[in-house]
Structures are given as C-alpha cells and as structure tokens.
Nanobody, 123 residues
C-alpha cells in the first residue's frame, strides 16, 4: 500500500514536500516514481528513482523538483520548489519493477502499484 501526503495550496514561487509511505513494499529495491495528472490531461511522469539512485525528471521540473528516498522510513519524497501554476495537479506515487531503465522510468504503464494521490494547487 502506498499513501501520499503533503499536498496543499501554495502561491507561485512557494515550496511543498510530498511524501509517500509504503507498507508491504520495499522502496529501496524497486524503481519508484512520482506522476501527476491535471484535469483534462494525461497522467505525466514527473520524477523517478531507480534502486541504485539514478533519477530522472521531466523537463518542466528539472532543477526545481527533487526525488529522494529515506530507506529507514521506507518513504519516498518529492521536494518541489519554485512552484508554478502549471504544476497544479493530483500527484501520485507509484512503485515499478526492480529496474525501469531510462526509456520507461517516467512512463506510467511500467508501474504496478499506485497511491491514491494528493492534490497540489499553485495560484
């Protein structure tokens, strides 16, 4: 089970940190990702992390968002800085296979388990 938290409303330029706590799943052994979906748009891969620490980001968040993992807490984070109105969406964490690879790391079809989502609104 994956449970996200940390969403909310923030003004443009502000920051939020999303958390994704896992139960019954070892984040450190799998490819993990953050995705988002805005109304009327397709789900988009935002950031992903392989078990060896390799990360990928979609171009629009590169340099502003950071994905990280706390192994002791089995919790995945997404630190979001310099938020923009276009970052407004429902954000989901997801767990994938043991290794995603660069081509599939930000593709939602390669992920098996999903959280319920947390809303981020930037005005």
């Amino acid at each position: 089970q994956l449970v996200e938290s940390g969403g909310g409303s923030v003004q443009a330029g502000g920051s939020l940190r999303l958390s994704c706590a896992a139960s019954g799943y070892a984040f450190r052994s799998h490819c993990m990702g953050w995705f988002r979906q805005a109304p009327g748009k397709e789900r988009e891969g935002v950031a992903a992390r392989e078990s060896d620490g390799i990360t990928s980001y979609t171009d629009s968040v590169e340099g502003r968002f950071t994905i990280s993992l706390d192994n002791a807490k089995n919790t995945l984070y997404l630190q979001m800085n310099s938020l923009k109105p276009e970052d407004t969406a429902m954000y989901y964490c997801a767990a994938g296979p043991l290794y995603c690879g660069s081509w599939s790391r930000l593709r939602s079809s390669f992920y098996n388990y999903w959280g319920q989502g947390t809303q981020v609104t930037v005005s």
